[in-house]
């Protein structure tokens, strides 16, 4: 099989969707070393990407770029995107991101990873949600098979987008291979250099609406104001959209100096933060599947999350769950596990044992079983995973 793979989410900082594109991919052809994957986009992708790629990727594994500007943007999709895939002999494309060519006859299966543009529009900008409401329906009706990452959400987007249950296909997420336990010692020279104290809360993700950060630092300033503990709250994340009401609340509390901001971070950053945290907070009213408290369950933090289907489905009974906009309940549980060094060795352990049982191995046989469903393929031998000494993985920059 030749499948192409969506590598737009490559071409930014990666984060949840961008992740999860590259670790299939790596996954994938590890798994399948005769069947040829590529990563292909109209841009160039970032070196870091192309790097891994050739020091660490198989060597069925490629990344594309077209470097064709008249077809990038929207006219990637309609244009440029159907062009290549007549041009390459490609049998499937994955869109992992939402998004599938309308106008080619490859088979296609996409992913959608939540509905939340859909049913939580309110905390989007506007204009993405009103284009999500008219092509997300196509790009639904459109591919061959869909995926997503928990059952809770296949049964939203049968009810939805009005497709069969039966073209929705459940392939769990996994928290990625570098996010294991780091040494306190390690951990400290980071916390150190970002400015952050040995009692902090976590949280990790973009910040936007969906996330509800907004109800954790109110449940942070009652906490600063009703008790005499002083811990940090650390928020790890790009900032998004939509914000202006957490904003004004930082502004008019007394929370500044204890809050911390530390934007993007890479990748070893987040692992010492998630290692050393006294509880990592996760409070989203909506997910699809939700890697971060899987990260930070995988590198031993307790952790606190909302009480949404996607998280009982995923975190199951290693985390503490509250209401997502009961401040008073979140504040409450926060102060109980800072206060109670045998709850966060519980919830530890607990955590390490939940994210044991996710690893993308298994999401690329899920996933690989897609495809070879999809175009009728059947190949008992491909599973045996790479072939010792085979090359590395190679850079195609050319669309050739």
């Known amino acids: 099989m030749r499948i192409g793979l969506d590598g737009f989410p490559l071409l930014t900082p990666l984060t949840g969707v961008g992740h ?13 070393p005769s069947d040829q994957f590529e990563l292909v986009a109209p841009s160039p992708f970032p070196s870091s990407i192309i790097e891994d790629i050739r020091l ?18 929207r006219r990637w999709w309609t244009v440029g995107l159907p062009l290549y895939l007549r041009k390459a002999s490609l ?9 599938v ?20 529009a309110d905390t989007h900008r506007a204009d993405l949600a009103r284009r999500a409401r008219r092509r997300l329906p196509l790009m ?8 997503t990452a928990a059952e809770s959400v ?10 069969k249950a039966d073209r929705v296909r459940v392939t769990p997420f996994a928290p990625r291979s570098s996010f294991q336990r780091m040494p306190a010692e390690q951990a400290n020279q980071t916390k150190q250099r970002l400015g952050i104290e040995d009692e902090f809360i976590l949280f990790v993700g973009t910040v936007e609406p969906r996330k509800n950060l907004l109800t954790l630092v109110r449940a942070f300033d009652r906490i600063l104001r009703r008790t005499s503990r002083r811990p940090q709250l650390v928020v790890v994340g790009a900032e998004g ?4 009401d957490l904003f004004a609340f930082i502004k008019e509390s007394s929370i500044s100096d204890r809050l911390r901001l530390t934007g993007y971070l890479d990748d070893g950053d987040l692992r010492a ?3 050393s945290c006294t509880v990592f907070v996760y409070p989203s009213i909506y997910e699809g599947f939700g890697l971060p408290p899987l990260e930070a369950m995988a590198c031993g933090a307790p952790v606190i999350a909302s009480n949404i289907a996607t998280f009982q489905e995923t975190l199951g009974s290693a985390a503490e769950f509250v209401e997502p906009n009961d401040v008073e309940a979140l504040a409450a549980s926060i102060v109980g596990i800072l206060g109670d060094e045998d709850r966060r060795r519980t919830l530890s352990r607990g955590g390490l044992e939940q994210a044991a049982k996710f690893s993308w191995e298994r999401t690329a046989q899920l996933t690989l079983g897609v495809y070879r469903e999809v175009l009728g393929v059947t190949e008992p031998g491909a599973d045996r995973g790479p072939r010792a000494g085979s090359p590395r993985g190679v850079v195609d920059a050319t669309g050739s």
């Open 56 to 73: 660490n990727g198989p060597a069925n594994l490629r990344a594309v770029n077209t470097e064709a500007s008249s077809i990038r943007g």
């Open 241 to 244: 959209w939509l914000m202006d």
């Open 20 to 32: 999860y594109t590259f670790e299939l991919a790596r996954a994938l052809a590890r798994l399948a």
């Open 154 to 163: 296949r049964r939203e987007i049968a009810e939805h987008l009005h497709v």
């Open 140 to 147: 639904a009706r459109s591919a061959s098979t869909i995926i």
């Open 273 to 275: 933060l998630y290692s």
């Open 91 to 99: 049998d499937l494309f994955h869109g992992t991101n939402y998004e």
């Open 101 to 120: 060519p309308l106008w080619s006859k490859r088979r296609s299966v996409l992913t959608i990873h939540d509905l939340s543009i859909m049913l939580h």
